[in-house]
């Protein structure tokens, strides 16, 4: 619908919009936050150079790997190496990457408001950093998940003692054979709960979520609605993007806000309603939090 749109990046000064966009988190009646890569990359869990290198220069070495992105889908040879990659990086990422900064200060600026978080996220930053996980909906899926790699059936399992084993035993980059996890159903191997193809199980968790956002909107519907999108890409435009887009577009009282370090911008039709910052999210998220809105 919008890859042939004209877009626009500038809706005014920076710095009025750094204040524009305080006035409109203390001011809407909902916050609806959609959240990408970005986030965490301006949190500093970047999946390049040096952390790349500190966790996984090993792997670099023997596979050619450059980064923990494409890492994943490394065509390992055995399961003991793709268990051995896959569990370092969910321990990082996931079990002791700690709260990133943006995260805590955005929780700060919307406890108090109504709020809802649509991600794309899976490294657990929002609920580590204290939001409410009854407003939460990862749409893509949680490093902290297992599910059947066939699926044989929609039901997803905690991963982290097993994940602890798996860095503490392995060894020249592979664990030992019985610590690969297997479908306690069939028996087929475990695979992560990424939404990477057609296999991905949305279990009852991911539906009960879905509903309760689905049900956010639908009470917000000709209400003044900031709709704040921060970090998303390109890759997946049509899970947040392109929804707020629209429904800004269909509410004259919505506004949407792009915070974004080289990627903000709106559709033409929007620029009124729209607000976009070229910036680093934890520094815009810092600067708000200190502007006295005057």
Not at 49 to 59: C, N
Request: hydrophobic letters at 35%.
């Amino acid at each position: 619908m919008y890859s042939r749109i004209s877009t626009c990046s500038s809706t005014g000064t920076y710095w009025d919009n750094i204040t524009r966009l305080k006035k409109e988190l203390e001011t809407a009646d909902a916050v609806v936050i959609g959240a990408g890569a970005g986030l965490s990359a301006s949190a500093g869990m970047s999946y390049s150079g040096e952390r790349f290198e500190k966790y996984f220069s090993d792997f670099h070495r023997r596979y050619g790997i450059t980064d923990m992105y494409s890492g994943g889908f490394y065509p390992f040879d055995t399961l003991e190496e793709y268990w051995a990659w896959w569990s370092r990086h969910i321990l990082i990422n996931r079990y002791e990457a700690g709260v990133g900064k943006p995260y805590a200060d955005l929780l700060e600026l919307v406890k108090d408001r109504d709020y809802f978080v649509l991600t794309t996220n899976v490294d657990h930053q929002f609920q580590l950093a204290g939001f409410d996980r009854e407003r939460l909906f990862y749409t893509q899926g949680d490093y902290g998940l297992w599910q059947c790699s066939k699926p044989c059936h929609n039901k997803t399992y905690d991963n982290e003692a097993a994940v602890r084993q798996m860095v503490a035993e392995q060894k020249n980059m592979k664990i030992p054979p019985e610590l690969i996890p297997r479908c306690p159903v069939c028996g087929a191997p475990m695979n992560m709960n990424l939404r990477c193809d057609d296999t991905f199980v949305e279990d009852d968790g991911w539906h009960r979520a879905a509903e309760r956002y689905n049900d956010f909107l639908r009470r917000q519907e000709n209400r003044h609605v900031l709709f704040l999108e921060l970090g998303v890409g390109a890759n997946t435009p049509g899970i947040i993007k392109y929804p707020f887009w629209r429904m800004t577009a269909k509410n004259p009282k919505a506004v949407y806000a792009c915070v974004n370090y080289g990627e903000a911008f709106c559709p033409g039709e929007i620029q009124k309603q729209s607000l976009c910052i070229d910036d680093d999210i934890c520094a815009v998220l810092r600067l708000i939090s200190q502007r006295d809105g005057k």
